[in-house]
């Protein structure tokens, strides 16, 4: 109850108004959705210039959530689907999402998988004759104006499909959001090498598994927030306790999905607003019923 309360506080923290400078520039705000899609990933970003990026889709019986969670947050097209890797909990809801709306490019790693979620994903794309790009390590992604994007890690050869998970660092303004697919500790030492890593959030790589998130690697990031996304019930154990012990010792304030639904994160680049779906306690209440 301890860290519930931490949560909530920081949240009315954040809320609280501001009387505006006369002279200071007003940003447009950035919207990050976190959809709570059980054992998997979707992440919806809307862009300060509206333009809207998809990253993964959940298991294949998520797809109607995030078509659903599209369409109450009035999208009608999607300018770009990222696809981190080709999992069937990343990639499995993408074949909805893309029979359901206007998907106008495809990044992903370019491997391929042989599993029935990645054919019937690749079939939609050949289907509709969807633009479909590899990403390259190092690359920038130029969407909106107003926004940086930078490829961090991409696939090469001889990995598997988490080792060459996109990792993405998404800028508008002073704030850094970091998405860390199912990147392993790894990749994670090559980051640290090669790239400025700061990022107010993260996305936890691989729902907290033991194969992610070490202490080193959380030291360069310092996250002020973790999102974290995996089920209550799932069967892997996620998260683990080295994981969250770690976020911990960052005094980094998490956010799961299992336990505050889908997650929204809203900011003008300077500040941001974060707004869950549900309340921890109902949890609480519904697994000890």
């Known amino acids: 109850m301890k860290k519930l309360h931490v949560a909530l506080i920081f949240i009315l923290l954040f809320i609280t108004v501001v009387p505006p400078h006369t002279n200071a520039k007003v940003y447009p705000f950035m919207e990050v959705h976190y959809i709570d899609v059980g054992q998997g990933d979707s992440i919806l970003v809307e862009t300060p210039n509206d333009k809207t990026i998809l990253i993964d889709g959940g298991l294949p019986k998520a797809g109607d959530k995030v078509v659903s969670y599209l369409k109450k947050q009035d999208i009608e097209k999607i300018d770009l689907l990222i696809a981190t890797h080709p999992d069937y909990d990343h990639i499995g809801g993408l074949i909805n999402v893309m029979k359901s709306f206007e998907v106008r490019q495809i990044l992903d790693t370019g491997k391929i998988h042989l599993t029935r979620a ?172």
């Open 118 to 289: 990645f054919a019937k994903y690749a079939a939609e794309i050949r289907k509709q004759g969807i633009l479909k790009k590899t990403a390259k390590p190092n690359q920038r992604i130029h969407l909106d104006s107003d926004l940086k994007i930078k490829v961090l890690n991409a696939y090469e050869k001889n990995q598997s499909n988490n080792e060459s998970s996109i990792v993405l660092k998404m800028t508008y303004n002073e704030m850094d959001f970091l998405f860390m697919g199912d990147a392993t500790m790894e990749q994670e030492k090559k980051l640290i090498e090669k790239y400025d890593i700061q990022s107010e959030i993260i996305k936890v790589a691989h729902h907290g598994s033991d194969t992610s998130t070490s202490l080193e690697f959380l030291r360069e990031v310092n996250p002020q927030i973790a999102i974290l996304t995996f089920s209550v019930d799932n069967d892997y154990g996620h998260p683990v306790e080295r994981v969250v012990e770690n976020l911990d010792r960052m005094e980094t304030i998490v956010y799961s999905t299992a336990s505050f639904g889908d997650i929204m994160i809203r900011t003008n680049g300077k500040n941001f607003y974060i707004f869950p779906s549900r309340n921890p306690t109902d949890n609480l209440i519904r697994y000890s019923a």
